[in-house]
């Protein structure tokens, strides 16, 4: 593919990149793995492309994940002082050591691979609930009707949130993924005011009655682990951006890529123990998340022989990392549920690895196993070159799943 294509100073964020960014990242990878990308209100980004450039990038304390520091150079690049909200200042992604260790080791009991598996029986039930209300319709769809409330639910419960409230989670998690801060409608500040308010609220409720929830745990936590009212709103925001909309992705991913492989699906129904040890593969090759949070360099960084000035914003492509021929040397674009330890990347590495990790690969497993063995001759109801993503420099959903059950 060596010099048979011209890239855009856009070229990330065009529509035919969403729509099929492989031959692009490859030809990227290839011939430049660190590009520059224009930003289309102004600035650059600096893309990293390749699997252990991506590693190194990851884990180098050079690239911050500090959210004051992303924000003063939006300031600076906008000319408008912004500042950000308290709800998203707080919690572990956007934040860099010191502040970062103790948030960490105060909610990561909440998310080890036992609490994660404790919830199964529970995630059944919302899978099997969902299920039910999509079995009398022609044409459902799988993404709003299923992969989207799916972990919104069950994030929503394990905060401790009531069932009366989950149609508000599921909207204000769309809100707060599909708007950004420059935005000027007003739409994103409107839905941060309202879950606010409400988390506010639940927090409250919860310091005088607790209950057998995460909310609960981390307000009544041991002094030593305990967070402030302020730093616990803003991980139940955390949890409503990062952990719905991965896992959002994830579930419609796997189970579109499953659709459209019906004998990788047949080995999955006919060896159910299998579902736990292949999900590594199916993440590495849906790719639900299309690249990492933004870094901003603290200083001069030199990533795949380009040296990268301090103050620069770096985009680390995890779909690309995931199809590194590098990394995975055996034929990256196909999905292969006997490949040996597929390393991706999509939950991040080094301090910033998602807390949610296995509880993300619980949610898609169940919500993608109950789907196939309740309705085992479910189809697409449109040919799979017509199934659209939205455009998302984090994640990478469908815009729709129409199947026919």
């Known amino acids: 593919m060596a010099g048979t294509r011209t890239l855009s100073k856009y070229w990330m964020l065009t529509n035919d990149f969403t729509q099929n960014p492989y031959p ?43 959210i004051h520091v992303h924000y003063r150079l939006m300031s600076e690049r906008t000319g408008q002082t912004m500042t950000p909200p308290p709800e998203e200042a707080n919690h572990l992604a956007n934040l860099e050591p010191p502040r970062h260790t ?31 209300r999509l079995a009398g319709q022609p044409v459902p769809d799988l993404i709003a009707g299923y992969a989207d409330p799916l972990p919104v639910i069950t994030i929503a419960e394990l905060m401790g949130v009531p069932a009366d409230a989950w149609p508000d989670f599921l909207r204000w998690s769309t809100a707060l993924r599909t708007y950004s801060p420059t935005d000027g409608s007003g739409v994103l500040d409107r839905n941060i005011q309202e879950l606010s308010a409400y988390m506010s609220a639940l927090i409250a409720e919860k310091e005088r009655e607790p209950g057998d929830d995460l909310l609960s745990a981390l307000i009544h936590a041991d002094p030593e682990r305990r967070l402030t009212s302020t ?44 579902w736990g040890k292949s999900m590594d593969e199916l993440i590495r090759y849906v790719s639900p998340i299309s690249n990492a949070l933004q870094r901003v360099t603290t200083e001069p960084v030199e990533l795949g022989g380009v040296t990268i000035p301090a103050g620069e914003v770096v985009v680390i492509s995890v779909m690309s990392t995931n199809r590194d021929t590098s990394q995975f040397p055996d034929h990256p674009d196909v999905l292969d549920l006997d490949r040996h330890k597929p390393a991706h990347l999509s939950f991040g590495f080094g301090i910033h690895y998602c807390s949610g990790a296995h509880l993300a690969k619980v949610i898609t497993e169940i919500g993608a196993r109950r789907l196939f063995e309740r309705f085992p001759d479910v189809r697409l109801a449109v040919e799979p070159a017509e199934l659209r993503y939205a455009q998302n420099v984090v994640v990478r959903p469908l815009e729709a799943l129409p199947v026919r059950l």
Not at 107 to 132: G, K, M, N, Q
Not at 239 to 268: C, F, Y
């Open 24 to 66: 692009v990242l490859e030809h990227v990878r290839n011939e430049s793995p660190v590009s520059e990308l224009s930003m289309p209100g102004g600035g650059r980004a600096f893309v990293v492309t390749r699997y252990e450039d991506a590693k190194a990038a990851l884990a180098d304390p050079r690239l911050s994940r500090d």
């Open 231 to 274: 730093e616990i709103l803003s991980t139940g925001f955390a949890l409503m951006t990062g952990g719905n909309d991965t896992t959002a992705s994830l579930v419609g991913g796997v189970i579109a890529a499953l659709l459209t492989h019906p004998d990788e699906r047949e080995q999955l129904l006919g060896e159910p123990g299998r």
């Open 102 to 132: 103790p948030l960490r080791r105060a909610i990561s009991f909440a998310f080890t691979p036992r609490r994660a598996e404790a919830l199964r029986p529970r995630v059944e039930e919302i899978a099997d609930d969902l299920l039910d």
